[in-house]
């Protein structure tokens, strides 16, 4: 098998991870973990696994002048974005996030507008247009009465602002990967990432009852921690070495497939009308705001952001 299969092998089972996180880690919430909580192991876990495995990446000095790059990567990437979106999945429904995170493309291409001034074609403009269109829909209009979603329109909301803040980490962290090999990386935004989230998150830490958890919900939380923030970041990180950026970044279409079919099938959502409607204009949007004219290059914009 060569290695560019087992490069898109590698970016498939990211994207079923991250379609399959949707149902899998609101299941724990909020009876048993509580979403800042769950940050707080998501962010703990991944540090200390990264700096096990740093032995294995080449010795590299963080530059001084990168040091604060890299704390505001870790702020947007890996404090602001978790935080709002597991608030997001306590308050809304697994299939309006699986729908919502996939708008990060087109966050990304209105950030690189406004801050280094990447010229926005008409194709991508009407992208950007449908997308949002899209995202409003299901925030307005796509409210329901359901017990385990107690504030849909602001845990939709929070989805948003989960993508924005992860469509600034794709901008500043771009020239920081270019830079560093993705393990010495990664396990110092991670590491920045536990003491900013730590003061956040400690109340809801302390609060776990840890002898009382079921074994399903023991299950959920290392999925989390080992599928979702870990294993996603080794799989992608793999992919990006066989594999273009935006070869990735069309796997984002696959996300909200896969997070609505297993939320459906273990009965954790409904499709409605609305739902449908909000789905197909997003994915269109994405779709055009992440098409590339021939022989461009640009940020990449696959969605990690889970």
Known sequence: MSKRTL??????????????????????????????????????????????????????????????????????????NMLAFFKGIQLSTPINSAVLVTITPIIVVLLSALFIKEKITLTKGLGVFLGLVGAVTLILFGAEVRADAPNIPLGNF????????????????????????PFVLLKWLFTIAVFVNLPITFSEVTAIEWSSLPLNIIGAIVFVVLGTTFGTYVLNAFALTQL???????????????????????????????KLFAMALVLVGVYLASKQPRNKTSIPTKTSNN
């Open 7 to 80: 490069a898109i092998i590698a970016a498939f089972f990211a994207t079923l991870i991250y379609g399959l996180n949707h149902s899998i880690a609101k299941e724990a919430m909020p009876t048993y973990v509580q979403p800042f909580a769950f940050i707080f192991l998501r962010v703990a876990g991944a540090a200390l696994l990264f700096w096990c495995i740093a032995p294995f990446a080449p010795k590299q000095k963080i530059e001084r002048n990168d040091w604060w790059r890299i704390i505001v990567c870790s702020i947007a990437g890996m404090v602001i």
């Open 158 to 181: 929070l989805f948003l602002v989960n993508a924005t803040f992860y469509g600034t980490y794709l901008i500043l962290v771009k020239k920081l990967i270019e830079k560093y090999h």
């Open 244 to 274: 273009k950026a935006s070869t990735i970044g069309a796997f984002v279409y696959l996300q909200p497939l896969i997070g609505v079919l297993f939320a459906l099938f273990i009965g954790k959502d409904q499709l409605t009308t609305v």
